[in-house]
């Protein structure tokens, strides 16, 4: 199994497919988090874009005008099991460490990022307003979508090489702070810069969602996703001394043979 089919926390994800204003996958992500709490013995929080969303016709009508209005007035509401669910927004949500189960409405990117943070949640449900609007988070996690049979995640790096890469920089640079460093944005900058100059062909996009699944937070994947983008465009970065050994590209692409080996 390549490295990047496993994802490293011990989040459970799951997606409830919806397009537009559905009262049905409301309901269907609801019931799925009543049950999850009781799995994990732990409250729950709604995460919505903004207040507005639990006034609109959908989302409040399946909550009921109690409930709203108990979460617009920041009342922790009961669930089933004596659980408790409690509202966040895009503004108000900074639960990084939180251990309650998270069910995103109408999420987006913003929020998704913001899931992507709380790695102490044991599961997370998403409710998108758009599926394309999910895309990524989707092919990211491999959540397991509602209705849909569970399937093995994509390799999201198909260079093997780039893969060890990888690997070599999230062992690195610290996780906490991307690529807020010098030195970290440096090993970054040259790690790219010398995948490029040898052939080693990369897509940001899929870069950003490697390291994601492999332990990075939004911010820095996103650092790192422009890192890759800038060095494809040709743009002059200045790449300081020498942070990686001379013939670390013979190193990559000798773990990455053997790991290709192993795999046939």
């Known amino acids: 199994m390549r490295r990047d089919q496993k994802v490293t926390t011990k989040t459970t994800r799951y997606l409830v497919p919806a397009d537009g204003p559905e009262t049905e996958p409301i309901k269907t992500a609801l019931a799925l988090l009543a049950k999850l709490c009781g799995d994990f013995r732990t409250d729950a929080i709604l995460l919505v874009p903004t207040k507005r969303n639990i ?3 959908t989302l409040g009508r399946v909550l009921g005008s109690r409930v709203a209005g108990d979460l617009l007035k920041n009342k922790p509401v009961p669930l089933p099991g004596g659980w408790n669910m409690t509202l966040k927004t ?7 460490w939180t251990s309650s189960i998270i069910m995103a409405v109408y999420a987006t990117k913003k929020m998704l990022d913001q899931i992507d943070t709380a790695k ?22 491999n959540p397991r979508v509602v209705g849909e049979p569970t399937t093995t995640p994509e390799p999201l790096v198909e260079n093997a090489v780039v893969e060890e890469a990888l690997e ?26 010398l995948l490029h100059e040898n052939g080693e062909l990369f897509d940001p996009g899929s870069i950003r969602a490697w390291v994601l699944r492999n332990g990075w937070d939004p911010e820095g994947a996103d650092q790192l ?20 050994k001379r013939n670390i590209i013979g190193i990559w692409r000798e773990r990455a043979k053997g790991g290709e080996e192993a795999m046939q």
Do not use: C, Y
């Open 225 to 244: 996703r422009g890192v890759a983008q800038s060095i494809l465009d040709g743009k002059r970065i200045h790449l300081g001394p020498p942070h990686w």
């Open 55 to 57: 006034e609109g016709k």
């Open 90 to 96: 895009e503004r108000t949500f900074q639960d990084q």
């Open 120 to 141: 102490s949640a044991p599961a997370v449900i998403v409710v998108p307003w758009i599926m394309e609007q999910v895309n990524e988070w989707r092919r990211t996690w």
């Open 168 to 193: 070599s920089l999230t062992h690195t640079v610290n996780l906490s702070t991307g690529l807020s460093h010098p030195d970290d944005r440096r090993a970054a900058v040259q790690l790219f810069h």
